[in-house]
């Protein structure tokens, strides 16, 4: 069975890329596929607590976010790094992460068969 790796880059709200990863992640994990995620850079902010998005018109990622635990991705990595870099901390967030250093990135991806990013 092969393992999979999905890494974010964007800010929510940001297009429709982080929506179609999000599509994929969910059909990967439904056909009891290994998947994890891993959050870098801005993409830190697609679980921070308290968005507003329906406000403006657009959809809320973060609820997509959390049907992760459902099918079972119990596996999110977010850069150290980047939450630092923002102004967060895992408090911040909407769901339970690992934290990792930039430097442990690199090793995460080569332990997976897969890895998507976007």
Known sequence: MKTYLFVVHKPPYSGARVQEMLDIILTTAAFDQPVS???LDDAVFQLKKGQQPTS???KDTAAIFK????VEVNDIYIETESLQERGL???NLCLPVHEL????VARLMK???IVFSA
Not at 101 to 104: F, T, V, Y
């Open 37 to 39: 995620l891993l959050l």
């Open 56 to 58: 403006s018109g657009m």
């Open 67 to 70: 049907t992760l635990e459902i």
């Open 89 to 91: 901390s895992p408090g």
């Open 101 to 104: 250093s930039r430097k442990e």
């Open 111 to 113: 332990q997976y068969d």
